[in-house]
C-alpha cells in the first residue's frame, strides 16, 4: 500500500533501522536507508531492499551529527526518489556512565544524532510533507522517554526531547494531513543492546548473564526481548489511512516497562 512513496530512515544499516526499511519495502515503497558499517554489506541491504520492493532503494551516508548533511539526504530523496513522505529518526548510539566520569564528547554525539537529527530532518521534510499534503514522521523514542535509568543521563535527556520534539510538530503540521508520533521499544535485541553489556557489567560489577537477567529483562514484565519486526510492524500501520488520527503519540512497544 506505500507503492509511489518514499521513506527515509536514518540509521538503517542495522537493528532497527534496517528492519523499519525492509517493512516500508515489502509494501512497495522507495526507501532511503542511512548509517554506518561496512560498505558491501551495505550494498548487500540496499540491493535487497530494492529486489523486495520492486521499487527503488538509494544508500545516503549523512552522519546525523551534520545538519547540512542531513538537509542534503531529505532533497536528495525528493529529487532521485520522488519525495520524502514517510521520514524515521531512528540513528542512535549510547554511552553508560555515572555524570561524573561521563565524557563531554560521548555527551554532546548522543544529543546530536537522537536528538539533534531529529530536529532538522523534521525541518527538511516538512516543507515537502506540506506541499503532498501528506507525510509520516515517526521518531524511534525508547522506554528510556518516559522513565530513567541510572548512568544513561544523555540517552534519557534525549529521548524525553524526542517525546517533546514529536508533541510540539505534531501540532504544527495536523492540519496538513501529516502525522507525527514516537514509537518507545523496551530492549529490542540489538546490536546496540550488545554493546552495551560490557560497560554495564564493569560499572556494576556483574556478569554477562547478570546484566541480561537482572538489568535488560528486569524491568521488562514480559522477560522476553521486544524485536526489531514487531517495531517496524507498528510504523508501516502508523502509516495506513487507518492511523491518520493518531498523532503526536508516544506509543510504547516495551513489554510492560513503563506500566510498572
Ligand atoms: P543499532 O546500533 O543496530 O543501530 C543504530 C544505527 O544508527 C546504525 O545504523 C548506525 O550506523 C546508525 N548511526 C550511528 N551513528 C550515526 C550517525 N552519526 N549518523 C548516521 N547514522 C548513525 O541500534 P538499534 O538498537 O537498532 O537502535 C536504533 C534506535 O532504536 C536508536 O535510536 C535507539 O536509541 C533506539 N532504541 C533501541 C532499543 C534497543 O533496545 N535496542 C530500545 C529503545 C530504543
Known amino acids: 500500500f506505500l507503492k509511489g512513496k518514499t521513506a527515509i530512515v536514518t540509521g538503517s544499516t542495522s537493528g532497527i533501522g534496517l528492519a523499519y526499511a525492509r517493512a516500508f519495502a515489502a509494501e512497495g515503497a522507495n526507501v532511503m ?4 558499517g561496512d560498505a558491501a554489506a551495505i550494498e548487500d541491504a540496499r540491493a535487497a531492499l530494492e529486489h523486495a520492493s520492486g521499487a527503488m532503494a538509494l544508500y545516503d551516508p549523512a552522519d546525523m551529527t551534520r545538519p547540512d548533511q542531513i538537509a542534503a539526504m531529505v ?12 521520514v524515521v529518526n531512528n540513528a ?15 555527551f554532546e554525539a548522543i544529543v546530536q544524532i537522537v536528538l539533534t537529527s531529529a530536529w532538522y530532518m523534521m525541518k ?87 546484566v541480561m537477567n537482572d ?3 528486569a ?12 517495531v517496524a510492524a507498528l510504523a508501516v500501520f502508523l502509516c495506513r489511512d487507518e492511523a491518520k488520527s493518531i498523532t503526536g503519540a508516544n506509543l510504547s512497544v516495551d513489554g510492560g516497562w513503563t506500566a510498572a
Open 215 to 217: 538489568v535488560l529483562l
Open 33 to 36: 536507508i542511512n548509517g554506518f
Open 124 to 210: 527538511a521534510a516538512v516543507p515537502h510533507m506540506k506541499r503532498a499534503g501528506w507525510g509520516r514522521i515517526i521518531s524511534t523514542g525508547s522506554a528510556h522517554s518516559l522513565v530513567a535509568s541510572p548512568n544513561k543521563s544523555a540517552y534519557v535527556m534525549a529521548k524525553h526531547g524526542i517525546a517533546g520534539l514529536t508533541k510540539t510538530i505534531a501540532l504544527e503540521t495536523a492540519t496538513h494531513g501529516i502525522t507525527v508520533n514516537c514509537i518507545s521499544p523496551g530492549y529490542v535485541w540489538t546490536q546496540l543492546v550488545e554493546n552495551q553489556i560490557p560497560d554495564t557489567m564493569a560499572s556494576r560489577g556483574m556478569t554477562r548473564e547478570q
Open 75 to 86: 532533497d536528495r530523496a525528493a529529487r532521485e526518489l520522488g519525495g520524502a513522505d514517510i
Open 92 to 106: 542512535g548510539i549510547q554511552h553508560v556512565s555515572p555524570i561524573e566520569d561521563f565524557p563531554d564528547d560521548r
Open 219 to 230: 524491568a521488562q514484565p514480559t522477560k522476553e526481548f521486544v524485536t526489531p519486526e514487531q
